[in-house]
């Protein structure tokens, strides 16, 4: 998979862990999702969610189950530069959201193996 995102700050208490990311607007992946109106693909968002939980659990991971996956408003790499991830560990349930400021843009929750 392509650079689409990069990490550029990491926090982690006992309740929960935040990632600062920057999306690369230049990437491919977003010319083609759509032409002149590029917006992140759920499957990378999703992608990047995966790659942060193995990054904060090093160790790589799949989702085993997805019990929830919202896509609130799409994600431009042009107009979301800087969002915030954020993780909790509840029940052996992740939950994940990606937020831009106070925007809530996607919200997931799943098991991994």
């Known amino acids: ?8 700050k990491k ?8 990632f600062d ?7 491919e ?3 083609g999702h759509f032409p002149n109106h590029p917006i992140a693909p759920g499957a990378c968002s ?3 969610i995966r790659q942060c939980i193995s990054s904060l659990l090093q160790r790589e991971i799949q989702f085993s ?3 929830q996956c919202k896509f609130i408003s799409p994600i431009n790499p042009n107009v979301h530069k800087h969002l915030q991830l954020t993780f909790t560990n ?3 349930k992740w939950i994940a959201t990606v937020v831009f400021g106070e925007q809530l843009l996607m919200r ?4 991994i193996v």
Request: aromatic share 8%; with cysteine; hydrophobic share 35%.
């Open 21 to 27: 990311v920057s999306l690369i607007p230049d990437c």
């Open 29 to 31: 992946v977003y010319a």
């Open 1 to 8: 998979m392509q650079n689409y995102y990069k990490v550029d």
């Open 108 to 111: 997931l929750k799943a098991e």
């Open 90 to 92: 509840n029940e052996d």
């Open 65 to 67: 189950k997805i019990h």
């Open 46 to 48: 999703i992608e990047m």
């Open 11 to 18: 926090q982690i208490t006992d309740k929960k862990a935040c």
